[in-house]
């Protein structure tokens, strides 16, 4: 594993329309952050848990440092990046270019934060590997400078009963699987888990329990029997899963605001509908993988 990757920092969902996929987001139970303004010009509204979060991001105005996303959101909707966690992003930079895996520059960004002791800047490093090294998504590193300004204990419970991320799921085309996989062996320098009897692998991300899985159709669609195939090219980032205490009480709650999902064969809850803005959302129990 590389030196400085620890787990992931956050999922990047990106919109076109950031006021709708907060109704939906909000929905589905999840308690939102109020409207960031990055520097660079991109809007956000992440919903946070004790380790991890996920962020809603719409880039209304151009810039060079989120131009991925504007290109991205061509095709619509979907989970289009993965930040992972670091202790040095300068670092991680350095260690990327001895790889010789494209990396660019460290670039800081900030943001201001509304407190009830006052307004401060939440402010953060990033890192963005070259699309090209990681197909499916891009994934990034992220340094934060001001953890206390964003973990706020207001925004970690959730009415769905989501406490964290749990897995995300890439699909790939059957030709490319072995490439794909390879590409992210390489990244991670480790060697992925591949599954005996389907086109998976298993790629762990860190110190925490959030791996990223590579599928071809038949792996995805044993995964996910019920959803269907991404609109995407593939390979793309295709679902994200989220840990939850109990399935009970998120299947209460799905029942109770009238969100549509289906009961996977290991008892998890898949949302597979238009207010997930073009993923597949699982909920999981925390002593499932």
């Not at 030196?3 to 329309?17: P, S, Y």
């Not at 109990?246 to 064969?265: C, H, R, W």
Request: proline residues 7%.
């Amino acid at each position: 594993m590389r030196k400085h990757l620890q787990g992931v920092d956050h999922a990047v969902i990106a919109v076109t329309d950031l006021d709708r996929a907060q109704a939906d987001f909000e929905h589905l139970g999840f308690t939102l952050t109020p409207r960031g303004r990055h520097t660079k010009g991109s809007e956000n509204h992440c919903a946070m848990f004790p380790g991890d979060y996920f962020e809603l991001l719409a880039v209304p105005v151009d810039h060079p440092a989120t131009r991925y996303y504007s290109d991205f959101l061509r095709q619509g909707d979907g989970l289009a990046a993965v930040a992972l966690k670091t202790d040095d992003a300068a670092a991680f930079h350095a260690e990327m270019n001895a790889a010789g895996i494209g990396c660019e520059a460290p670039v800081d960004f900030s943001r201001p934060v509304v407190l009830p002791e006052g307004a401060r800047d939440a402010a953060f490093r990033i890192a963005q590997v070259d699309v090209a090294e990681t197909p499916g998504g891009r994934l990034f590193v992220c340094q934060h400078f001001t953890r206390d300004v964003v973990w706020r204990p207001q925004y970690l419970s959730h009415a769905n009963g989501a406490i964290g991320l749990q897995s995300i799921s890439i699909a790939s085309d059957q030709t490319r699987f072995a490439a794909v996989c390879g590409a992210y062996e390489r990244f991670f320098d480790l060697t992925g888990q591949r599954c005996a009897n389907l086109p998976a692998c298993l790629m762990a991300t860190g110190n925490t329990n959030t791996p990223i899985r590579i599928l071809a159709p038949p792996a995805l669609a044993a995964t996910y029997p019920c959803a269907r195939a991404p609109s995407r090219r593939l390979p793309c980032f295709a679902a994200l899963h989220f840990r939850v205490t109990a399935i009970g009480p998120t299947q209460q709650f799905f029942d109770q605001t009238g969100i549509a999902y289906t009961v996977q064969p290991d008892g998890s809850l898949a949302v597979d509908s238009p207010v997930s803005h073009g993923l597949i959302i699982v909920f999981t129990p925390r002593s499932r993988d």
